[in-house]
Every structure is written in structure tokens, then in C-alpha cells.
């Protein structure tokens, strides 16, 4: 029986056209789904040479699309050897370049097979290339870097035995603001290279000691490019803070070091936020659970009249008239064009997301079904909706039609989200005219709230003298 190690050694020619084609995809469509994507530290990956790639592995077939997506080299998977059971996706898989690793939790009786997948990597290093391994061992929604296995170092050690010196390990965080929203922002950040060559004396004398050493050492370099939060209570207090917060708190940190609201790197906020609570939790554990209170008490008051944040932090902003009347004709002259963007790119776009949250199984499964039944919803009905306009009405305007579809469908979602939130403030509005204490009382409360917040940063940076705050 052909193995995937064998189907990948027959396909490795073919590799490089298929990777290049499905690199260009997958940007068009990372482009289309994320409102941005930023990269931090590109120039730390080398531009030749093996490297190994430590990635953690918050959104699944997201993760690796992303990677590919960001890095000009050609880089291999490990991924679980149960995708290639499939004879067809194996072929796939192996023609991209995707090395199979066998994982105890899906079938114990195969792990000593890795040492092929060990051998596979040896094989791309030796041949300059990049190799991407999770070390997390499997995808997870925790807005942290969790306890990692011992399978990058070894693969690190044992190449590093035969080459001394060549090889590199560049830990990868990935940050997603939000995993199910589209167009949200998400960070791929590179960290600094760790050398194996460090730990390869340690290695022939003591294998398991220096393997533990370097996966520690890997483990820190991994949390140092995400958040890291230790346990469930605090991610949850973490997330709740910085959904409050976040914003100013970035403005006040770009005023003070004289920086663009964008250029404030919003990993380190929330590593920061992160950092802060584990400090408070430590030694003011009632002062933590009392914002927790607080936090929890105003989200359930904002739940229960159908309210955002976002409007009830805007009542104390009062917009200009001007921006007001160029709000408000936004809105009427754009209803025509979100009319028609709407109706062209509706089920594209209703399609997937309800598929999405109809077949995934846990968080980290949304956005992978989403964009892939994406990928197929809209050539798929753009191009029934361009058969049926050719058929009525002819050629020229098939091909007239077939250009508004993107264009149109990126201006309907845009005045869609600007009308959330109008709709938002609108219904802020209506409950300060039928319930005027409730809506007050929300104001002055997250006004309370942010300013404990505040507080509580002046006293953090008193304390740590030199936060990154």
C-alpha cells in the first residue's frame, strides 16, 4: 500500500506550481475575509536556509493559510496523518508539500511511525526549506500558548546533530481579534530565531534533559508573540477588560509616546492587560473580583436592552453637526448601492456563515468552514447570477454585471456595518427617552468602570516600573 510519506516523495515535483496557485488563493481570500492582516517582525524569517517554524494554533486551517499567506518562501505542514485516510485529500495534501505526523490521541499503535516524518523534515531541510510545526499539538480557542510537546526540539536536535549550525527556530504567534467575525484584524508576528546549536553539547550528553531545555525555552519565545493567560477566570476577566478598554487605553499610550492610534501594536496591550491582571489577582484578589462584578453587572444590563458598548461610550462623544449631516447623507445616498449589493451578494454571503454555524463542532471549526464554503458559494452564485443576466440581457452587460459583483458586495457590507451602528446609538437613544434612569445609569457606570481601569493602570505602573504599558 502507498504511504503519505511515499505519495508526497512521488508529488514533491509538482509541488511548487500547486503551492504558488494555492498561496494566491488563499491571500484573495484572507484578503476578503480579514479586514486586515498585519505582520510584525517579517524580517527576522530568513530569506534562505532551513528553518523551522513553531506556530500556535488558535484557528485551525486558518492558522496555516495565514503563514503561507505572509511568507514569501514555500513552507510544509505537519499535520495529522488521519487528513490523508481520505485517498484523494491524501494526494492533495502530499502534492502541496504537507509532511503527516502520527499523534497518540488519534491511534497510539502508529507514533513510531514519526521517525519517517522526522526523516521527511531532514529531507526538506537539507534541501534549504521551511518546515511549520504546531507544537500545541492541536488547534484551541484560549487566547494563550498552551503547555507545548517535546516534538519540535526533537526534530530541531536530531537535524542539528548531523548539520551543526544550519538550522533555525522563528516562534510564530498568531492573534486573531475576533475568530467568527468577519473583517476583523488579525497578527502574525515572528519572534527572535532561537539557535539549537546552543543546546546540542547538552544534547549528547543528556538527549531528554536538552530536548526539555529547548522545549521550555520554546514555550517562553511562543508566549512572548501572543497573549498568554494562565488560567480560564482570568482570560475571561482579560477579555471583558479589554472590550471596555483596549481603545483608550490605546489612545492613551499613542499620546503619550507620540504615536498613530494603528501603530500601537495591540498584542502588547492585551499581553500587557494580560500581565496586569495576574499582578492584581495575585495580591488584590478582591479589588480584581469587585471590577469583575462591576464588568459582569453592566454587560448583563447592556444583554438585556439589546445594547453595544460602542453606544452607550459614544453618548459622552456628540458628534458635530457637520459630521452628523454627512453621516446622514452617507446613509441616503448609499441606500441604492447597499440595495443592490445586498441583493447580487446575499446568499454568498448568508450561505456560509449559516453552514458554518450549523456543521462547526467547536470555536476554532467557524472560520474554517466559513471560508471554505466561501471560497465555493460566491464563484458558485456570481456565476448562476451572471448566466441569468447573459441570458436576459445579453454579453456586454453579463460582463458589466460580473464586475459590480465584488465592488458592490464590499460597499453593502461596509454601509451594513455602518448602519449597526447607527442602530445601535438609535436604540441608546430610545431607551434614554422611555427609560431615562437605565440609560444614565449605563453611562455612569462604564464612566465608573473606565475610570477603575484607569486606576488600576496608574497603580500597575507604579508597581512594575517599566511595564509596557
Same mark, same amino acid.
Given at each position: 500500500?502507498?504511504?503519505?510519506?511515499?505519495?508526497?516523495?512521488?508529488?514533491?515535483?509538482?509541488?511548487?506550481?500547486?503551492?504558488?496557485?494555492?498561496?494566491?488563493?488563499?491571500?484573495?481570500?484572507?484578503?476578503?475575509?480579514?479586514?486586515?492582516?498585519?505582520?510584525?517582525?517579517?524580517?527576522?524569517?530568513?530569506?534562505?536556509?532551513?528553518?523551522?517554524?513553531?506556530?500556535?494554533?488558535?484557528?485551525?486551517?486558518?492558522?496555516?493559510?495565514?503563514?503561507?499567506?505572509?511568507?514569501?518562501?514555500?513552507?510544509?505542514?505537519?499535520?495529522?496523518?488521519?487528513?490523508?485516510?481520505?485517498?484523494?485529500?491524501?494526494?492533495?495534501?502530499?502534492?502541496?508539500?504537507?509532511?503527516?505526523?502520527?499523534?497518540?490521541?488519534?491511534?497510539?499503535?502508529?507514533?513510531?511511525?514519526?521517525?519517517?516524518?522526522?526523516?521527511?523534515?531532514?529531507?526538506?531541510?537539507?534541501?534549504?526549506?521551511?518546515?511549520?510545526?504546531?507544537?500545541?499539538?492541536?488547534?484551541?480557542?484560549?487566547?494563550?500558548?498552551?503547555?507545548?510537546?517535546?516534538?519540535?526540539?526533537?526534530?530541531?536536535?536530531?537535524?542539528?546533530?548531523?548539520?551543526?549550525?544550519?538550522?533555525?527556530?522563528?516562534?510564530?504567534?498568531?492573534?486573531?481579534?475576533?475568530?467568527?467575525?468577519?473583517?476583523?484584524?488579525?497578527?502574525?508576528?515572528?519572534?527572535?530565531?532561537?539557535?539549537?546549536?546552543?543546546?546540542?553539547?547538552?544534547?549528547?550528553?543528556?538527549?531528554?534533559?536538552?530536548?526539555?531545555?529547548?522545549?521550555?525555552?520554546?514555550?517562553?519565545?511562543?508566549?512572548?508573540?501572543?497573549?498568554?493567560?494562565?488560567?480560564?477566570?482570568?482570560?475571561?476577566?482579560?477579555?471583558?477588560?479589554?472590550?471596555?478598554?483596549?481603545?483608550?487605553?490605546?489612545?492613551?499610550?499613542?499620546?503619550?509616546?507620540?504615536?498613530?492610534?494603528?501603530?500601537?501594536?495591540?498584542?502588547?496591550?492585551?499581553?500587557?492587560?494580560?500581565?496586569?491582571?495576574?499582578?492584581?489577582? /495575585? &495580591?488584590?484578589?478582591?479589588?480584581?473580583? !469587585?471590577?469583575? +462584578?462591576?464588568?459582569? *453587572?453592566?454587560?448583563? %444590563?447592556?444583554? =438585556?436592552?439589546?445594547?453595544?458598548?460602542?453606544?452607550?461610550?459614544?453618548?459622552?462623544?456628540?458628534?458635530?453637526?457637520?459630521?452628523?449631516?454627512?453621516?446622514?447623507?452617507?446613509?441616503?445616498?448609499?441606500?441604492?448601492?447597499?440595495?443592490?449589493?445586498?441583493?447580487?451578494?446575499?446568499?454568498?454571503?448568508?450561505?456560509?456563515?449559516?453552514?458554518?454555524?450549523?456543521?462547526?463542532?467547536?470555536?476554532?471549526?467557524?472560520?474554517?468552514?466559513?471560508?471554505?464554503?466561501?471560497?465555493?458559494?460566491?464563484?458558485?452564485?456570481?456565476?448562476?447570477?451572471?448566466?441569468?443576466?447573459?441570458?436576459?440581457?445579453?454579453?456586454?452587460?453579463?460582463?458589466?454585471?460580473?464586475?459590480?459583483?465584488?465592488?458592490?458586495?464590499?460597499?453593502?457590507?461596509?454601509?451594513?456595518?455602518?448602519?449597526?451602528?447607527?442602530? /445601535? &446609538?438609535?436604540?441608546?437613544?430610545?431607551? !434614554?427617552?422611555? +427609560?431615562?434612569?437605565? *440609560?444614565?445609569?449605563? %453611562?455612569?457606570? =462604564?464612566?465608573?468602570?473606565?475610570?477603575?481601569?484607569?486606576?488600576?493602570?496608574?497603580?500597575?505602573?507604579?508597581?512594575?516600573?517599566?511595564?509596557?504599558?
Amino acid at each position: 500500500m502507498t504511504t503519505p510519506f511515499a505519495r508526497r516523495e512521488v508529488a514533491l515535483h509538482h509541488a511548487g506550481a500547486l503551492y504558488a496557485g494555492l498561496r494566491l488563493v488563499a491571500r484573495f481570500w484572507l484578503w476578503f475575509f480579514f479586514r486586515r492582516v498585519d505582520v510584525r517582525h517579517p524580517e527576522r524569517v530568513p530569506a534562505h536556509g532551513p528553518l523551522l517554524l513553531c506556530v500556535n494554533h488558535p484557528n485551525n486551517l486558518i492558522d496555516s493559510l495565514l503563514v503561507g499567506a505572509v511568507l514569501p518562501r514555500k513552507v510544509h505542514y505537519l499535520a495529522t496523518a488521519t487528513l490523508f485516510r481520505h485517498r484523494l485529500v491524501g494526494r492533495f495534501l502530499a502534492a502541496a508539500g504537507v509532511i503527516p505526523v502520527y499523534r497518540r490521541q488519534d491511534d497510539a499503535g502508529q507514533v513510531d511511525r514519526n521517525q519517517e516524518a522526522f526523516a521527511a523534515c531532514g529531507r526538506a531541510f537539507d534541501a534549504g526549506q521551511v518546515v511549520a510545526i504546531y507544537p500545541e499539538g492541536t488547534t484551541h480557542a484560549e487566547i494563550r500558548v498552551q503547555r507545548i510537546k517535546t516534538g519540535a526540539a526533537r526534530i530541531a536536535l536530531g537535524y542539528e546533530a548531523t548539520r551543526p549550525g544550519a538550522l533555525r527556530l522563528i516562534p510564530v504567534g498568531l492573534s486573531f481579534e475576533a475568530r467568527k467575525s468577519f473583517r476583523a484584524r488579525v497578527l502574525v508576528a515572528f519572534g527572535e530565531p532561537l539557535a539549537p546549536a546552543a543546546y546540542l553539547q547538552a544534547w549528547r550528553q543528556d538527549p531528554v534533559r536538552a530536548v526539555d531545555a529547548l522545549t521550555r525555552d520554546l514555550q517562553w519565545a511562543m508566549e512572548a508573540q501572543v497573549v498568554n493567560v494562565e488560567r480560564i477566570d482570568d482570560q475571561r476577566l482579560v477579555r471583558a477588560v479589554e472590550e471596555l478598554y483596549r481603545d483608550e487605553l490605546a489612545r492613551a499610550v499613542s499620546e503619550a509616546r507620540g504615536l498613530r492610534p494603528r501603530d500601537v501594536d495591540p498584542v502588547r496591550l492585551s499581553r500587557t492587560i494580560a500581565d496586569a491582571v495576574r499582578h492584581f489577582a /495575585s &495580591r488584590e484578589p478582591a479589588r480584581v473580583e !469587585a471590577i469583575w +462584578q462591576r464588568i459582569e *453587572a453592566y454587560r448583563s %444590563v447592556l444583554a =438585556r436592552h439589546r445594547l453595544r458598548d460602542e453606544a452607550v461610550a459614544a453618548r459622552r462623544q456628540r458628534l458635530p453637526r457637520r459630521t452628523r449631516l454627512r453621516y446622514s447623507w452617507d446613509a441616503v445616498a448609499g441606500l441604492p448601492f447597499f440595495a443592490y449589493g445586498a441583493a447580487v451578494n446575499g446568499l454568498p454571503y448568508v450561505v456560509p456563515r449559516w453552514l458554518a454555524r450549523r456543521l462547526a463542532r467547536q470555536e476554532t471549526d467557524y472560520a474554517t468552514i466559513r471560508i471554505l464554503a466561501s471560497i465555493a458559494a460566491f464563484p458558485l452564485f456570481w456565476g448562476l447570477e451572471t448566466a441569468l443576466v447573459a441570458w436576459w440581457a445579453g454579453g456586454w452587460a453579463a460582463v458589466a454585471f460580473a464586475l459590480s459583483l465584488p465592488l458592490s458586495g464590499l460597499i453593502a457590507y461596509r454601509y451594513l456595518t455602518g448602519a449597526g451602528w447607527l442602530r /445601535s &446609538r438609535l436604540r441608546f437613544a430610545a431607551l !434614554a427617552l422611555t +427609560q431615562a434612569q437605565a *440609560a444614565r445609569w449605563l %453611562v455612569a457606570e =462604564r464612566a465608573a468602570i473606565i475610570a477603575e481601569l484607569e486606576r488600576a493602570r496608574q497603580d500597575y505602573l507604579a508597581a512594575t516600573r517599566g511595564s509596557s504599558f
